[in-house]
């Protein structure tokens, strides 16, 4: 099922706006999978990109493509910082492919369970810091008008660890708008994202706004303090759909001692009613600032670059090896609703 589209491989080359060469594999899941490449142009230009591409069981699916040719207009004008840059869409032989900004760095996901396998838990100051820099993101995506200055209404569906990206910098960024919904392209009847980051509503097969994606978020904020899911992992994917439909979250794996103004935060965020939660990403982004400020803490890019230096100093090489958990568990399964038929398949999601 991971099968490569017949056009792209390691060492193609093909015509864009200028040249691409795939130069080796970054990612492979169910639905595409992400290269390494450079991009030639005039006068001797080059410039490292990311290519992702359709997996070749996927490349007939007129849904899938429509989701793929989806997000690249959709992310095409999202211009932030806290947001991997679209460059481009285009389309080799009979393949869709995009080109995205190269990401050198790490995913949130590595970044924990290296902390995770080590014994030792990632610093609550930088914690905040990426969550809050990822809801300025948010804040940026569902803020976003449309060429007739209306609000898009983009909801990200998919926020989770390994959608997160960290780049040696230190910069926080979101990525993966494969399965968002806009005001033009509204979800469908059955359900797609990763079971361990659901909202209740998409659980449940609900209409989402962007709250949803303030319920994932606070989901990966209570994972990233506890080094516990709010949910029941060991539960069958029936089970645990269920569990997420009613909002469940296991609040005595949250530490008792922790600051009444952060858990009052996390506690609005995972409001199993989405009235209850923030009326506005742009009030989370306060309200996670003022914490830190609150807290003393004087963390930046910089700071979290020096500390990706002592934690992930491999990422920095130009030969860098991701660090990998060979673990699966259901924080690398997805959903995905662009399918033939009516069952629900689950699928390796990774990175895609």
């Given amino acids: 099922m991971n099968g490569l589209t017949p056009d792209f491989s390691e060492g193609t080359r093909f015509k864009t706006n200028g040249e691409i060469k795939l130069l080796k594999k970054i990612a492979t899941g169910g639905m595409g999978t992400v290269y390494q490449g450079l991009l030639y142009n005039v006068e001797g230009f080059q410039k490292q990109v990311a290519v992702k591409t359709l997996n070749s069981n996927l490349s007939s699916d007129l849904e899938c493509i429509s989701y793929f040719i989806h997000e690249a207009k959709l992310v095409a004008n999202l211009t932030h910082e806290n947001i991997v840059q679209l460059y481009s869409l285009g389309k080799y032989q009979h393949s869709y492919y995009m080109v995205y900004e190269f990401i050198t760095g790490t995913n949130l996901q590595d970044f924990y369970t290296l902390h995770s396998v080590t014994g030792t838990k990632v610093p609550e100051e930088y914690v905040i810091f990426i969550v809050s820099q990822i809801a300025r993101g948010l804040a940026h995506a569902h803020t976003f008008l449309n060429n007739k200055k209306e609000n898009s209404q983009i909801v990200h569906r998919d926020v989770c660890p390994r959608n997160i990206m960290i780049t040696t910098e230190g910069l926080p960024k979101l990525t993966d708008f494969g399965i968002a919904i806009t005001r033009e392209k509204s979800a469908q009847s059955n359900i797609s994202g990763k079971p361990l980051y659901m909202s209740p509503e998409q659980a449940a097969r609900k209409k989402v706004d962007f709250r949803s994606d303030i319920y994932s ?136």
Avoid at 243 to 260: E, L
Avoid at 283 to 293: F, P
């Fill in 217 to 352: 978020l606070g989901i990966v904020l209570f994972y990233l303090l506890t080094g516990e899911h709010t949910r029941d992992s060991t539960l069958s994917l029936t089970e645990l759909i269920a569990q997420a439909s009613n909002g469940y979250v296991n609040w005595r794996k949250f530490p008792c001692n922790t600051n009444i103004q952060l858990f009052e935060i996390l506690d609005k965020m995972l409001a199993p009613n989405p009235g209850l939660r923030y009326s506005d990403t742009r009030e989370l982004v306060a309200d996670l600032e003022q914490y830190m400020y609150y807290k003393g803490y004087r963390t930046n890019i910089s700071k979290l670059s020096q500390y990706l230096v002592q934690k992930m100093p491999f990422i920095f090489s130009p030969e860098k090896c991701h660090f990998n958990d060979d673990k699966l568990s259901y924080d690398d399964l997805e959903l995905v609703a662009c399918r033939n038929s009516d069952d629900q398949k689950t699928i390796l999601a990774d990175h895609i």
